[in-house]
């Protein structure tokens, strides 16, 4: 396999469990393959085939050429690996975790949460505001909860995911 597939392989796997990872591996020793072909290779369902196809589609890992099988009347998808550089798919993907996370920053600054012993529940300020502090699930006391420790958990992760988009930048 060469440096290429690998990498498509590894993210393949990492993102969507190990039935993609053999599918691209699959893809990869293959040129072109239907979804019908690959069930039979992999001995799996052929919906289950499917579904993964759309997944690994939607990550852009894979593409297709759709023919249309003139006797059945219906249409032929030939599935092979994408012709994307995997650095690059691999980048999107860190840079939409990058921005989740900062959107989750953001939140937890802007937000006060309180907790019930109770029930568990959690809420926003604006969520108890009417309730004179006790839970509007079961009446329970709550209490303020300090978010310090989470959003420092999740300033550490944003600059060591800034850090490997950096690099990887670099390296391309
Ligand atoms: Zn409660």
Known sequence: MSGRHHILVTLAKKIHGDLAGWIVE???SSI???DEQLAQKLGVDVNVIRRMLNELYESRLVMYRRVRDVEQGWYLYY???TDDDPIRILKERLRKTLSI????????DNSNFFICPRCGGKFTFEEIADYMFHCPRCDGILEAVDNTKAKEKLRVMIEELKNIIMGLDKSS
């Open 79 to 81: 599935w092979r690996l």
């Open 101 to 108: 996370l900062e959107r989750r920053l953001t939140h937890e």
């Open 32 to 34: 072109e393959a239907t």
């Open 26 to 28: 699959e893809l990869a």
